[in-house]
């Protein structure tokens, strides 16, 4: 096992392939010291490095040269060097760092999650609840766009869109041909197609799973339901497509199913992407085969509907006083 | 009177053309090159000579040659670097412009030394002139024998393309003019690799700006030894300066390294002082990017010595007290500029330039022009000073290439200097709408504290 690297990660150490990412190794410690993930992909090549909300601090560069890394780094894009030391939540530098990042995420960002599709499982949301100021310090118009329909199944919120790019990578890499992408510069770069060409793509519905916020929703599930109010159940079908394992999340309300996912992992990111067919057209009980329900992060918002037992709260909190005159009160009546 | 080694025979008519280009002794450093040298042996001379990067890093361009990967059967590239689009850089057009030979003969030597048998000169897209300028020259050079198939008989080959530029300032950066190079959107890759080991279609290339590569052909001609004589300490040789705003003689000016900047601004050889009898009030030193200095410290370092154009002398006492050479982009400011407004325009520039890859300088440059253009029209609180410091220092860096650390240092460095300026902008938001604040203290001397005296001691 000599040809494991070793690296510490603040304060826990690990040993992992060459070549691993700091996020990567993050990832398999696990828990809090998981840098957050905005544009970075497992599954896709290429992507991350954009967002720049993973930031880490470098305190030693490796055994060899311990030096410490003069910037913070992106850890999705810096791969482990033998006895490299990093600290991300145990660095005050690193934190401030990464809610100026969130900070400036949301400044051109509607914060439109009441009628948001995506609120709920926004990665963004998380994200500002975790790191975000509670007011604003922006004080500017925010810089709009309207709505688009790329393909008849999904829309572009572009107002909701963090320039992740992974969508983009998404079309490029399971898609035979890409027609959409990044038009224009600066804070006026949309993500669009090309004279608002159609994205007609038998897999093209895997940008919506990818998005991390709500920019790209499904149409056919837009405005139907919050997502916490679904209750996720894991199927499966025989599904033609060649590439399309029919391995799905599907999302129901009562006897309805909704609407149809991939289904994601620990990190939010899709286990294997599905096809066109699996994820608009078959959305009837009868189409699938069920698995179990889905699991479900207990500090996601989703998981307050799950089929676990769930203990409500006490609604009349215990009270010393009320319960004595209640007591007497008990008395007084079974006297009588 | 400096040597000039680049522009020795500017004034020369005809001087674009090869036959009065080779008649003042021009590609000499071709055939002693190829014929009398290695490649090994040129690029030790570069590494002797110690000429710095002159695109504004100034990294050592010897160092930065013997880094390039070499391994068997992957072509090598060299690239130069001519989408100056500095605000206050124009010295590649010059150079362009006027001696495009000195470009080309460079070229031919650089990728002789690094073994690259096909280069590219990436020109700004807006340089359309330059751009026949040196289409013109490279076909006069071909016609001669200097390029193409077996040079001057030594069996080296070469091929030299001009490429228009994509029309954006970040495609001046490294990578991005790769990305840009090979077709593609000219956003900046994410470093490492560095292009030295994977950089055009994924091969070993070296980018290089126009005048570290035409300082190249001085270095093979004289030894670079003889060149290191020049300049002072590790800033070597010769360098151009783009000199601009409110000076008697604006231009470009070939000065040896080391030369004082109080000497650059007032001789008569070079600037000849502020325009119309004015007083100097502030500078930025090389090109939009690098932090402005107030009078004083432009002038004197903050021990009282006097300051040099020169790598060193000029970053000496960090950003606290200092700034940097960069590009050699020369901006004078008199007592009558306002240095909010200025800040804003350079602001407004990178939020124009930013390309939108990244979250920081994507959404960050946008907010302080914003900010900068509220102070600057007086609708500015004492908050949005604060405000501003804190949005730079989120910016800086926290990206994936300099343009937010560019967009980021002269708001920094403008608070720094001038933060009475930003104050007094907005307290009188009527009067600074009409009047300036003026030269104020910022020509004055510095006095030491008490501290500092002592440390020195």
């Known amino acids: 096992m000599s040809d494991l690297v070793k690296v510490t990660i603040d304060g826990i150490t690990v040993e992992v392939e060459p070549g691993t990412t700091i996020l990567n190794a993050a990832r398999q410690i696990g828990g809090d010291i998981v840098p957050p993930a905005m544009c970075y992909y497992s599954k896709l090549k290429g ?38 030391e990093v600290q991300n939540i145990t660095s005050p530098e690193v934190l401030e760092a990464r809610a100026g990042v969130v900070e400036i995420l949301l400044i051109n960002h509607p914060l439109d999650c009441p009628v948001c599709d995506q609120a709920g499982e926004c990665d963004l949301q998380n994200l500002s609840y975790e790191h975000g100021l509670q007011k604003t310090r922006y004080e500017f118009e925010r810089r709009t766009f309207d709505r688009i329909d790329i393909g008849d199944k999904i829309q572009l919120h572009m107002n909701r869109c963090i320039l992740c790019y992974r969508c983009v990578f998404t079309a490029d890499q399971i898609t035979d041909k890409r027609v959409h992408g990044i038009l224009n510069r600066g804070d006026h770069s949309e993500i669009s197609t090309y004279i608002q060409n159609a994205v007609d793509n038998d897999f093209s519905g895997n940008v919506i799973d990818v998005c991390p916020v709500g920019a790209l929703t499904d149409k056919t ?45 620990q990190f939010g990111e899709v286990e294997e992407f599905i096809c066109n067919e699996c994820r608009f ?24 509907n799950h089929y676990e037992t769930f203990k409500p709260l006490p609604v009349i909190k215990e009270n010393p006083e009320l319960q004595a005159a209640n007591k007497i009160e008990l008395e007084k009546t079974t006297k009588f | ?36 040298m290695t490649a090994d042996d040129v690029v030790e001379e570069v590494k002797k000579s110690g000429l710095r990067g002159r695109g504004g890093a100034g990294f050592p361009t010897g160092m930065k040659w013997s880094f390039l990967a070499k391994p068997e059967g992957v072509p090598r590239y060299l690239v130069c670097n001519g989408d100056e689009s500095e605000p206050g850089t124009f010295k590649d057009r010059y150079l362009m412009t006027h001696i495009p030979h000195a470009l080309i003969e460079g070229m031919i030597v650089s990728s002789y030394a690094l073994g690259a048998n096909t280069s590219y000169i990436y020109v ?12 013109k020259a490279i076909e006069e050079a071909k016609a001669a024998g200097l390029l193409g198939k077996n040079i001057l008989g030594t069996g080296y080959d070469l091929e030299l393309y001009v490429q228009p530029g994509g029309g954006a300032y970040i495609c001046g ?38 005048e570290s590569i035409a300082a190249v052909v001085p270095i093979v001609n004289d030894g670079g030894d003889e060149y290191a004589k020049i300049g002072i300490g590790r800033s070597t040789g010769t360098k151009l300066i783009s000199a601009s705003g409110n000076l008697v003689k604006p231009g470009v000016y070939e000065i040896e390294l080391g030369l004082p900047v ?41 021990n009282g010595e006097p300051r040099l154009m020169s790598y060193e002398s000029l970053s000496e006492g960090g950003f606290a007290t200092g700034t940097m050479l960069g590009s050699g982009g020369f901006i004078a400011f008199d007592e009558d500029q306002c240095i909010v407004r200025n800040t804003w325009n350079f602001s407004r520039f990178y939020h124009h330039e930013s390309c939108g890859q990244c979250s920081p300088c994507r959404e960050g ?69 009409t009047s300036n604040y003026g030269l104020a203290d910022y020509a004055n001397p510095i006095e030491k504290t008490p501290e500092e005296v002592k440390s020195q001691n």
């Open chain 2, 124 to 135: 700004r897209g807006e340089m359309m002139p330059q751009i026949r300028i040196l289409e």
């Open chain 2, 173 to 210: 950066e490294e990578t991005a003019l790769l990305e840009s190079l090979e077709g593609k959107r000219g956003n900046p890759r994410i470093k490492p690799p560095f292009p030295a080991i994977a950089g055009l279609y994924g091969c070993p290339t070296v980018v290089n700006n126009v």
């Open chain 1, 47 to 84: 992507s991350g490095g954009k967002c720049r909300t993973c930031i880490v601090k470098v305190s030693k560069g490796s055994e060899k040269d311990p030096r410490p890394m003069p910037k913070l780094v992106a850890s999705c894009r810096t791969t482990v060097m033998d006895g490299m």
């Open chain 2, 365 to 433: 440059t946008g907010w302080l022009e914003k900010i900068l253009h509220k102070i600057e029209y007086g609708h500015g609180t004492l908050d949005d000073i604060d405000l501003l410091w804190d949005v730079q220092r989120k910016i800086e860096g926290n990206t994936i290439c300099p343009l937010g650390d560019a967009a980021a240092w002269p708001v920094a460095a403008a608070i720094r200097h001038f933060r009475d300026e930003f104050e007094w902008h907005i307290k009188e938001p009527v009067k600074s709408q």
């Open chain 1, 281 to 304: 057209d078959k959305k009837k009980t009868s189409d699938w085969t069920l698995e179990h329900p889905t699991h479900i992060s207990d500090t996601s918002v989703i998981s307050s």
């Open chain 2, 262 to 302: 109080e000497e650059f601004i007032y001789s008569d050889e070079y600037c000849g002082g502020i325009a119309n009898g004015k007083r100097l009030k502030a500078t930025v030193a090389g090109g939009s990017s690098v932090p402005i200095l107030p009078a004083n410290l432009t002038l004197k370092l903050a």
């Open chain 1, 221 to 265: 599930f837009r405005f139907k339901n919050r997502v916490w109010f679904t209750k996720p159940v894991d199927a499966h079908r025989n599904c033609n497509h060649e590439k399309c394992n029919g391995k799905v999340t599907l999302w129901y309300k009562g006897e309805d199913v909704l609407r149809v996912t991939a289904r994601k992992d």
């Open chain 2, 1 to 36: 009177m400096g040597r000039k080694l680049l522009l020795e025979h500017i004034n020369v008519p005809g001087i674009h053309t090869l036959e009065v280009y080779r008649q003042k002794g021009g590609y000499r450093s071709v055939e002693k090159a190829l014929k009398t």
